[in-house]
């Protein structure tokens, strides 16, 4: 019993690899096309992290703990990315909406917090 226990990964885990997988999606669809179009450095920047994430997501499942810090420095870039592209860069959003940093935002603050609660959990 004792054995099954430590092979089976633990909610907290799960939920973080499920909050790093929600925004690997999000780059894959949203931010890469977008900061192709917009050009420059953002579109390695953007799929750099996005490989970050997928790598992190693949360490948890081999319980790594750095995919816990993959997910965590995702997670602080994700809540300066728009400050430094909307305000810093002065590029407007793509669709002209000036409330969608809460999206990435709230998903960044879900990822620090799973991965901070994994870190603790993780023996």
């Known amino acids: 019993?004792?054995?099954n226990k430590k092979e089976k990964f633990t909610i907290y885990i799960q939920a973080a690899i499920a909050m790093m997988l929600i925004q690997l999606v999000h780059k894959i669809v949203r931010e890469?096309?977008?900061a192709l179009n917009m050009g420059g450095s953002g579109a390695i920047l953007v799929t750099?992290?996005?490989g970050m994430l997928a790598?992190?997501?693949v360490l948890l499942f081999f319980k790594v703990k750095w995919g816990l810090i993959l997910g965590l420095?995702?997670?602080a870039f994700m809540i300066f990315q728009p400050i430094l592209v909307h305000v810093i860069l002065a590029k407007p959003d793509i669709n002209g909406i000036w409330w969608y940093p809460i999206f990435p935002w709230t998903q960044a603050i879900l990822i620090i917090y799973f991965c901070i609660l994994a870190w603790k959990k993780l023996d």
């Open 1 to 3: 019993m004792e054995k």
């Open 32 to 34: 890469i096309p977008g």
């Open 48 to 50: 750099m992290f996005a």
């Open 55 to 57: 790598l992190g997501i």
């Open 73 to 75: 420095i995702d997670g």
